[in-house]
């Protein structure tokens, strides 16, 4: 059976000592509950924070991007070897603010994946549609071409990542999918992840775009929907455990 994982995704906020604070009352607050997993997404200069501050707890950690690249002539770029040295378990990948700010494609996206893969780290990708696909009827042609490409880089691998479901004009607008469309997205996700692979029919499928405790509980009740994907909601600590347990 899959458990429920929440990840926070603290995007490019946070600070020295609010992370301290945070990071102190996610484990406080955080009482492990059977087959529910959280886990914190921070920006780079901060993965040695939270690597301190949550070894040894049952919270687990990571980054929000890693390089395509393993090593070489990319200034600004980290590495995903980079990113393990300091425990992480997850690294984001194909976040929508990149593919739309960065330009990242949908091969780099597998590339990045690929690359977490090869370090350790397991990736979550994202994918998802604007607001204009999904009013022209596109939201299916657009998720399935963004996991075609992970598919194809990974492989048998792709039985080892996260995918999340991140519908663009629900990120950070308040606007949440309903339980229906949210469900309809994941369970065409999950057929064709079983179909292309069969070990892949369990990969951890979460929702992401405005997820609150006041809307996590209808969205896990979902059959497809394994757990979310937070982005401002992850900032404050007792609001992210309220979601953990919904
Ligand atoms: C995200 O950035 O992945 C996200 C889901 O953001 P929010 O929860 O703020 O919509």
């Not at 009827?137 to 996260?162: F, S």
């Not at 692979?197 to 997820?211: E, Q």
Request: hydrophobic share 50%; net charge neutral.
């Amino acid at each position: 059976m899959r458990g429920k994982l929440v990840v926070g995704n603290w995007k490019m906020h946070g600070g020295l000592r609010q992370n301290d604070a945070l990071l102190a009352d996610l484990r406080a607050g955080w009482q492990p509950a059977d087959a529910r997993e959280i886990a914190v997404c921070v920006p780079f200069p901060y993965l040695w924070q939270a690597q301190a501050a949550l070894s040894g707890s049952a919270i687990a950690w990571g980054a929000q991007n890693v390089s395509e690249h393993p090593i070489g002539a990319h200034t600004g770029e980290v590495a995903a070897t980079m990113v393990a040295e300091f425990g992480c378990r997850y690294a984001i990948v194909g976040h929508s603010e990149r593919r739309a700010m960065q330009g990242e494609t949908d091969d780099a996206v597998a590339a990045k994946a690929a690359a977490a893969l090869d370090a350790g780290l397991v990736p979550i990708v994202c994918v998802g549609e604007t607001l204009e696909q999904r009013q022209a009827g596109e939201t299916k042609t657009i998720v399935l071409r963004q996991l075609a490409a992970v598919i194809a880089r990974l492989g048998k691998r792709m039985a080892q990542m996260v995918v999340a479901y991140e519908p663009v004009w629900a990120i950070g607008t308040g606007k949440t999918a309903t339980s229906d469309q949210a469900q309809e997205v994941h369970r065409l996700l999950r057929d064709h992840l079983r179909a292309a692979d069969t070990t892949a029919g369990d990969v951890s499928l979460l929702y992401g775009g405005s997820v609150k405790a006041s809307n996590a509980k209808a969205l896990f009740a979902c059959a497809d929907v394994d757990g979310a994907l937070v982005g401002g909601a992850s900032l404050k600590a007792d609001e992210f455990l309220s979601i953990a347990i919904a």
